[in-house]
């Protein structure tokens, strides 16, 4: 990708996103609790984030491809293995994560190097209040995803500081915390 690409790129998530979150907290968080037939406190109570992620992030998915094709127009849905979009000529892998801690989970497939990474805080009635966003060229840093192993298909991607360079934060910011970086999220505005 060009720097041009880039720039309209992240223009464009810049924009999606907290209009994604503004489309869950007032039109899908009721919508979920209408199927479920319960409040999101009551379905979740008791659950890891990781049961959260995995019904939440499908949702806030079909939201954000939705929104980033009005922004532009060679951004397609292009779902593979390793990749779930595609800008002009350029697969993009999406990671979406509600839980806390510095890193992303996904299976263990081998993925293209640019990825769109967003991460959520959700309070206990489905709401989500903060959030951040980056994009990265995998080619180009350190990091990389863990191999999964005997036991799962999974596998994880944190980034070492020496990485922080290669990461464009969209929302929020990366902080250095010891050996990996922390993503630090935006409060939500009202």
């Known amino acids: 990708m060009d720097q041009q690409q880039i720039n309209g790129l992240v223009a464009a998530i810049q924009t999606t996103v907290p209009g994604m979150v503004t489309e869950w907290n007032t039109k899908k968080l009721p919508q979920f609790e209408n199927l479920v037939e319960q409040t999101f406190r009551q379905y979740f109570e008791g659950r890891q984030t990781q049961e959260k992620t995995k019904l939440v992030a499908p949702i806030l998915d ?3 491809a939705r929104l980033m094709k009005t922004q532009l127009t060679d951004f ?3 779902e593979g293995v390793g990749r779930d979009y595609c800008y002009g000529t350029t697969p993009l892998e999406s990671k979406i994560t509600l839980g806390q801690g510095n890193g992303w989970v ?3 497939y081998a993925k293209t190097p640019w990825h769109i990474l967003m991460k ?3 309070d206990d009635d489905g709401h989500i209040g903060e959030m951040f966003a980056t994009l990265v060229d995998l080619d180009q840093c350190q990091s990389k ?3 999964p192993d005997t036991s799962s298909n999974f596998s ?3 980034f070492l500081t020496e990485d922080a360079d290669q990461l464009t934060p969209i929302i929020g910011t990366v902080k250095h915390n010891s050996k990996y970086l922390k993503p ?3 409060k939500k505005n009202s």
């Open 62 to 64: 079909v939201v954000f």
């Open 156 to 158: 994880g991607l944190t």
């Open 120 to 122: 959520f805080s959700m």
């Open 145 to 147: 995803w863990t191999a």
């Open 184 to 186: 630090i999220l935006a």
């Open 106 to 108: 996904g299976n263990g």
């Open 76 to 78: 397609v849905i292009d």
